[in-house]
Protein backbone atom coordinates (compact mmCIF):
# COMPACT_ATOMS: atom_id res chain seq x y z
CA UNK A 1 0.00 0.00 0.00
CA UNK A 2 1.28 3.72 -1.00
CA UNK A 3 2.47 5.67 1.81
CA UNK A 4 0.56 9.01 2.69
CA UNK A 5 2.43 12.19 1.57
CA UNK A 6 0.53 14.32 4.63
CA UNK A 7 -1.51 12.90 7.12
CA UNK A 8 -5.68 13.88 6.07
CA UNK A 9 -6.74 16.98 7.70
CA UNK A 10 -9.80 17.85 9.67
CA UNK A 11 -13.33 17.08 7.80
CA UNK A 12 -14.62 19.37 5.10
CA UNK A 13 -17.40 21.75 6.61
CA UNK A 14 -19.44 24.13 4.99
CA UNK A 15 -17.76 27.31 5.83
CA UNK A 16 -14.53 25.70 3.98
CA UNK A 17 -16.38 24.89 0.83
CA UNK A 18 -17.85 28.30 0.52
CA UNK A 19 -14.71 29.75 1.26
CA UNK A 20 -13.36 27.92 -2.11
CA UNK A 21 -16.42 29.05 -3.88
CA UNK A 22 -18.64 26.14 -3.51
CA UNK A 23 -22.20 26.72 -2.62
CA UNK A 24 -23.90 23.47 -3.14
CA UNK A 25 -23.86 19.31 -2.76
CA UNK A 26 -23.94 16.82 -5.20
CA UNK A 27 -25.95 14.04 -3.82
CA UNK A 28 -25.70 10.43 -5.51
CA UNK A 29 -27.28 7.13 -5.00
CA UNK A 30 -24.96 4.42 -4.20
CA UNK A 31 -27.26 1.79 -5.77
CA UNK A 32 -25.40 1.17 -9.04
CA UNK A 33 -28.97 0.21 -10.81
CA UNK A 34 -30.20 3.65 -10.04
CA UNK A 35 -27.38 6.27 -10.11
CA UNK A 36 -30.05 8.77 -9.48
CA UNK A 37 -28.08 12.37 -8.99
CA UNK A 38 -29.13 15.62 -7.42
CA UNK A 39 -27.33 18.88 -7.16
CA UNK A 40 -28.79 21.28 -3.92
CA UNK A 41 -27.74 24.27 -2.54
CA UNK A 42 -26.95 24.36 1.13
CA UNK A 43 -27.26 28.42 1.64
CA UNK A 44 -29.05 27.91 4.46
CA UNK A 45 -27.45 25.32 6.74
CA UNK A 46 -24.67 26.94 9.12
CA UNK A 47 -20.81 27.17 8.10
CA UNK A 48 -20.24 24.57 11.14
CA UNK A 49 -22.22 21.92 9.34
CA UNK A 50 -19.80 18.78 8.75
CA UNK A 51 -20.60 17.44 5.13
CA UNK A 52 -20.63 13.80 6.77
CA UNK A 53 -24.26 15.41 8.61
CA UNK A 54 -26.05 14.77 4.96
CA UNK A 55 -25.46 11.38 4.41
CA UNK A 56 -27.07 9.62 6.65
CA UNK A 57 -29.91 11.56 6.96
CA UNK A 58 -31.33 11.50 2.97
CA UNK A 59 -32.57 9.02 0.93
CA UNK A 60 -32.77 8.36 -2.94
CA UNK A 61 -35.87 10.11 -4.19
CA UNK A 62 -35.73 7.36 -6.71
CA UNK A 63 -35.10 3.79 -4.84
CA UNK A 64 -34.98 4.95 -1.08
CA UNK A 65 -31.34 3.64 -1.25
CA UNK A 66 -28.56 5.45 0.78
CA UNK A 67 -26.63 8.45 -1.11
CA UNK A 68 -22.99 9.88 -0.94
CA UNK A 69 -22.71 13.49 -0.60
CA UNK A 70 -19.81 15.58 -2.10
CA UNK A 71 -19.34 19.03 -2.71
CA UNK A 72 -20.55 20.11 -6.34
CA UNK A 73 -17.03 20.81 -7.58
CA UNK A 74 -18.08 21.95 -10.88
CA UNK A 75 -19.59 25.34 -9.31
CA UNK A 76 -16.06 26.20 -7.92
CA UNK A 77 -14.46 29.25 -9.53
CA UNK A 78 -12.13 28.58 -12.86
CA UNK A 79 -9.45 30.96 -11.15
CA UNK A 80 -7.41 30.22 -7.31
CA UNK A 81 -7.28 33.43 -4.79
CA UNK A 82 -4.32 34.58 -6.76
CA UNK A 83 -5.60 34.57 -10.33
CA UNK A 84 -3.65 32.01 -11.92
CA UNK A 85 -6.44 28.96 -12.85
CA UNK A 86 -7.29 26.62 -10.38
CA UNK A 87 -6.94 23.54 -12.47
CA UNK A 88 -3.83 22.59 -14.75
CA UNK A 89 -4.97 22.98 -18.60
CA UNK A 90 -6.65 20.04 -19.75
CA UNK A 91 -8.47 18.88 -16.75
CA UNK A 92 -11.37 21.27 -16.77
Same mark, same amino acid.
Given at each position: #???????????????? #????????????????????????????????????????????????????????????????????????????
Amino acid at each position: #MAQRKHEPGPPMDLAN #MRRQGVRGLNAVCVDPACRHELVFSVDDYDGDLKLSWFPPRMICAKCDGPVDVRPNWKEAPVEDWSGRPAMPSGLR
